[in-house]
């Protein structure tokens, strides 16, 4: 049963993000539906839609909802699409995804944000495959994917996602050191070119594994 307390700061949000240049109608509608305060602390609540990152536990957030956003436009998610997400956090990135159709696999290294993400997608009647694991390496009992997207900042691109992409599959990958890391997109153009862009900046928390930073 949705509370009525949040459906109007939820609406404020969507129309935050289009002013902050978000214009993909579908990613839209899913923050606009998707109840962001149930993946947070009680406590939280009052900031649940203001569009910033909040604490999840375990020295982690759960993303500006303006990143989630601007990461899923520039994956350019189409209904059945294959995506696989490194970073799952608190899920709120993994419940966009399947708003727009996308068929969600997703990796998180912190055994406890996996088991709550898992039951809050559940609760929510959200389809995802989770796993515990370090997702510098991927997911490749899945690959190849459409789409991969990265919510951690890396140090460098990680071969491994790379080599995960489908041909005309996108990787959006925040990369830097600690303190600002700028967005790219890679696209598989064929089986063996690649073409980057170079988005905004963004600052993350650091993503951590074999081709992230160290643990
Ligand atoms: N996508 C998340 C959401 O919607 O809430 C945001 C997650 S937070 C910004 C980044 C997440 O990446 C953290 O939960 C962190 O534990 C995870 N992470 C960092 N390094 C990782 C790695 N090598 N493999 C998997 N998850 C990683």
């Given at each position: 049963?949705?509370d009525?307390r949040?459906?109007?700061p939820?609406?404020k949000?969507?129309?935050?993000l289009k002013?902050k240049g978000?214009?993909?109608?579908?990613?839209?509608?899913?923050i606009?539906?998707?109840?962001?305060?149930?993946?947070?602390?009680?406590a939280?609540?009052?900031k649940?839609y203001?569009?910033?990152?909040?604490?999840?536990g375990?020295?982690q957030t759960?993303?500006?909802?303006?990143t989630?956003?601007a990461q899923?436009?520039l994956?350019?998610?189409?209904?059945?699409?294959k995506?696989l997400?490194i970073?799952?956090g608190s899920g709120?990135?993994?419940?966009?995804?399947?708003?727009?159709?996308?068929?969600v696999?997703s990796?998180?290294?912190?055994?406890?944000l996996?088991h709550?993400?898992?039951?809050?997608l559940?609760?929510h009647g959200y389809?995802?495959?989770?796993?515990?694991?370090d997702?510098?390496l991927g997911?490749?009992?899945?690959?190849?994917?459409?789409?991969?997207?990265?919510?951690?900042?890396?140090?460098?691109?990680?071969?491994?996602?790379v080599?995960?992409?489908?041909?005309?599959g996108?990787?959006v990958?925040?990369v830097?050191?600690e303190?600002?890391?700028?967005?790219?997109?890679?696209?598989r153009?064929?089986e063996?070119?690649?073409?980057q862009e170079?988005?905004?900046?963004f600052?993350f928390?650091?993503?951590?594994?074999?081709?992230?930073?160290?643990?």
């Amino acid at each position: 049963m949705e509370d009525r307390r949040f459906v109007r700061p939820r609406k404020k949000l969507v129309e935050t993000l289009k002013k902050k240049g978000i214009k993909d109608e579908r990613v839209l509608m899913a923050i606009g539906k998707i109840q962001r305060h149930k993946l947070i602390d009680t406590a939280l609540h009052p900031k649940a839609y203001v569009d910033t990152a909040l604490p999840i536990g375990m020295g982690q957030t759960i993303s500006q909802p303006y990143t989630v956003a601007a990461q899923t436009e520039l994956l350019e998610v189409h209904p059945g699409d294959k995506i696989l997400e490194i970073g799952t956090g608190s899920g709120y990135q993994c419940m966009v995804l399947c708003e727009l159709g996308a068929d969600v696999y997703s990796v998180e290294r912190h055994p406890d944000l996996y088991h709550r993400a898992k039951d809050a997608l559940r609760e929510h009647g959200y389809k995802a495959m989770l796993k515990v694991g370090d997702g510098t390496l991927g997911w490749t009992t899945y690959a190849p994917y459409d789409g991969i997207v990265v919510t951690a900042g890396a140090p460098v691109v990680p071969d491994d996602l790379v080599k995960q992409l489908n041909v005309g599959g996108r990787l959006v990958i925040p990369v830097g050191d600690e303190n600002k890391q700028v967005m790219l997109r890679i696209t598989r153009v064929s089986e063996n070119e690649y073409q980057q862009e170079e988005l905004d900046n963004f600052k993350f928390v650091p993503l951590i594994g074999e081709k992230g930073w160290g643990a």
